[in-house]
């Protein structure tokens, strides 16, 4: 199952290197938890960066809905774990992802003005489509408490939109 | 104690002198990014409640400016609607919501 997720995120890479342990076993809740948990993280540091680098007044305030959502579903689900009593577990895929953001936003830092509004808009259509793409292939059909799977569900709604939100801004800067 | 005052009232009321209709609530929400219902018919001075069951903040924007609601996470607002007029609004931070209102004078 980690290799299907391991070609959605490798779109992400412009590199196209494949970034995740092969043969792994199918994620547990409290790894799905870290999983979903970490791909958060990744977007509110992402849009943190946006909204100081940006220079499109829409790609800015994109930014800003990413912080406002991200940080939102975040805390939902610190609050679910909490409530489960489920510790998130660290895991390669959640390791591989940090990785693989930590470049892009090294890469990002580098840019500026229209350049940097058109690649942090171009990531940020890959990566949720990468992320949808795992959510809906691996993760939900995973996730085995019923609430943990619900919280998936929302959240994937919710992505569904950035990532048409995002193809939005993106194709409008061209 | 004249009952002269009944005279008149009743009077109104024959000539068909109406008090003006009661404002109603309307209720309109916001779960799972979706806006129910998609359609609303109201009347001036009639009350939207904006229920807001979602974990995110929504707006409900009018296309057309005249209204510009604010939802916070999981809470309901109210706003009297002000302006006859049928526009299409939508959410500020989603904007795949969307939903038509209709306000009669």
Known sequence: MFVRLSAAIAAVSLLGTPVFAQGAAKPTDPQIAHIAYTAGVIDIAAAKQAMTKASHKDVKAFAADMLRDHEAVNKQALELVKKLKVTPEDNDTSKALSKQAADKHAELEKLKGAEFDKAYAANEVAYHKAVNGALETLLIPNASNPELKSLLQTGLKIFQGHQQHAEHVAAALK | ?105
């Open chain 2, 1 to 105: 104690m004249k009952p002269g005052w009944i005279f008149p009232i009743a009077a109104a009321l024959l000539a068909g002198i109406s008090v003006p209709a009661q404002a109603a609530t309307l209720q309109i929400t916001m779960d799972n990014l979706v806006i129910s219902p998609a359609e609303v018919s109201a009347k001036v001075g009639d009350t939207v409640e904006w229920i807001n069951k979602d974990v995110l903040v929504h707006t409900a924007t009018a296309r057309n400016g005249d209204f510009d609601v604010n939802m916070p996470a999981k809470k309901t607002v109210t706003s009297v609607l002000k302006k006859a007029g049928t526009t299409e609004y939508y959410c500020r931070f989603h904007p795949n919501m969307k939903a038509k209102l209709t306000v009669a004078p």
